[in-house]
């Protein structure tokens, strides 16, 4: 079964400072990777996803994240954060197949963004 | 207009009481999820139903039963409610069960006391 690991729960940062949340996964065979963000109070909205090719994935906000096959990482990252950033943000991993499968998501990382 | 919405937002209850939360969505998705999500953040995945068939249930105690009356529709029914069914729980929905974003609801923040 897949897995996905975050290993920091808070990071904390300077207003216009880059920012790299970290994640790691563990799967058998190919994956699907996704950064979710939850603002306070709100449900979860999608950043961004890697399915197949390039393995620089952009996404909105300015988020960025690469995939790492060797490395099973898929790290987010943003160069300049600003203070409407702050909020959790997941991991996911999915194994694609043509049956059913769930999303897997990481424990989060609160992204507390300093003025 | 709201993609997925939940009712209530929140939900205070004694224990022992049985409760429902309603989710429904306009996206005309086939997939439809509920998930928890405890007091660290933690998210966990309940049930899926696709084309109101369930196809994920997770370990979930007896007393959480999901019913989907058409595709649109995801309620979930919480039977003798439990001081550690507090959290907030979410429902989510996707074009299908292969379909790999998953739009939220805003959440329903039970508290049982």
């Known amino acids: 079964a897949q897995s996905v690991t975050q290993l920091d729960s808070q990071v904390p940062v300077f207003e216009e400072a880059p920012v790299e949340l970290r994640c790691n996964y563990s799967?058998?065979?190919?994956?699907?990777l996704f950064w979710y963000v939850q603002y306070p109070n709100q449900g979860l909205q999608l950043l961004l996803k890697?399915?197949?090719?390039?393995?620089l994935v952009k996404g909105i906000n300015g988020f960025e994240a690469e995939f790492n096959k060797s490395q099973t990482s898929f790290h987010l990252r943003k160069p300049s954060v600003h203070i409407s950033d702050t909020a959790e943000y997941f991991c996911?991993?999915?194994?694609?197949?043509?049956?059913?499968?769930?999303?897997?998501f990481g424990t989060g990382t609160k992204l507390q963004v300093i003025p | 207009d709201t993609a997925v919405s939940q009712t209530p937002k929140y939900l205070v209850t004694q224990m022992g009481n049985d409760k429902s939360i309603k989710c429904e969505q306009n996206?005309?998705?086939?997939?439809m999820y509920w998930y928890k999500q405890d007091s660290k953040k933690f998210l966990k995945i309940m049930f899926s139903?696709?084309?109101?068939?369930?196809?994920i249930n997770e370990t979930v105690p007896n007393r959480f039963s999901p019913k989907s009356p058409d595709k649109a529709h995801l309620n979930l029914h919480i039977n003798s409610l439990e001081l550690g069914d507090s959290a907030v729980y979410f429902c989510?929905?996707?074009?299908?069960?292969?379909?790999?974003?998953?739009?939220f609801g805003p959440g329903t923040r039970l508290t049982v006391l």
């Open positions: 989510a929905s996707s074009q299908d069960a292969v379909e790999n974003e998953q739009f």
């Open positions: 799967s058998s065979v190919s994956v699907y």
């Open positions: 996911a991993v999915k194994v694609p197949s043509g049956g059913y499968q769930k999303v897997t």
């Open positions: 139903y696709n084309n109101k068939e369930l196809i």
């Open positions: 890697y399915l197949s090719g390039s393995t």
């Open positions: 996206l005309g998705h086939d997939t």
